[in-house]
């Protein structure tokens, strides 16, 4: 079975730029979410859903970040215009969301705003 | 913000020494996760515990859930280099599946 796919692995953009991340999760899961994780710290969550409805974005800056899930299934996040606050690695998990309590990640994206 | 405090933040140990990892709230919850995050890859799932007082064993890993559902430990005997990495705790504060994670302890076995 295949584990949740990210793209890029990693970003290098100029501040001020947008910037969009892809995620694909395990197939048949309902529940995706987005995190952002600063190096040796614990991911904080941005945005979760179920299938294509967004449950809980209270997290997420909306003035700059935004996020789709248009089919339910794969889901990008974006960042216009990124600040250098923003490096960061932004994480994606899924979950089958049928009373199982295991979120299944992908490897992240890596970006560096200069 | 973060909720879920662990300590220590960091941690280097030799090879074979035993090693304890807490995370605190001042909240209760319904149920507790514990993962390992290796450099470049994502979390993954050790356990989850549900019940004030459980405890649950993985190998050399031992795993503990406070009565009051307000705080849990890990405990790894005899640690071992494959051991190393970023050890996570995760509550949820409800029967949903949304948890929130801890600050991280960052452990380094030595050869």
């Known amino acids: 079975e295949a584990g949740v796919v990210q793209s890029p692995r990693y970003k290098i953009i100029e501040k001020k730029q947008p910037v969009a991340f892809w995620c694909n999760p395990i197939?048949?899961?309902?529940?995706l979410y987005w995190y952002l994780q600063n190096l040796g710290q614990g991911p904080e969550l941005l945005i979760r859903y179920e299938n294509e409805e967004a449950v809980d974005d209270s997290q997420l800056p909306k003035d700059r970040f935004s996020a789709e899930r248009l089919k339910g299934v794969d889901s990008t996040l974006k960042i216009q215009p990124a600040e250098l606050g923003d490096s960061a690695v932004y994480l994606c998990?899924?979950?089958?969301?049928?009373?199982?309590?295991?979120?299944?990640f992908g490897p992240g994206t890596r970006l560096t705003v200069t | 913000t973060q909720l879920l405090e662990q300590s220590p933040q960091f941690l280097s140990i030799q090879e074979g020494e035993n090693l304890t990892v807490y995370c605190n709230s001042s909240?209760?919850?319904?149920?507790l996760q514990w993962y390992r995050q290796e450099p470049g890859e994502g979390p993954v799932l050790l356990v989850t515990?549900?019940?004030?007082?459980e405890v649950k064993k993985l190998k050399r890993l031992t795993f503990q859930f406070g009565d009051a559902r307000k705080d849990s430990s890990l405990h790894i005997t005899a640690a071992q280099p494959g051991d190393t990495g970023l050890y996570l705790c995760a509550g949820a504060w409800n029967t949903g599946n949304q948890f929130y994670f801890g600050t991280g302890t960052s452990l380094t076995v030595i050869p």
């Open positions: 197939s048949g899961h309902n529940t």
């Open positions: 998990a899924s979950s089958s969301g049928q009373g199982s309590y295991e979120q299944y």
């Open positions: 515990v549900v019940t004030g007082g």
């Open positions: 909240s209760v919850f319904s149920s």
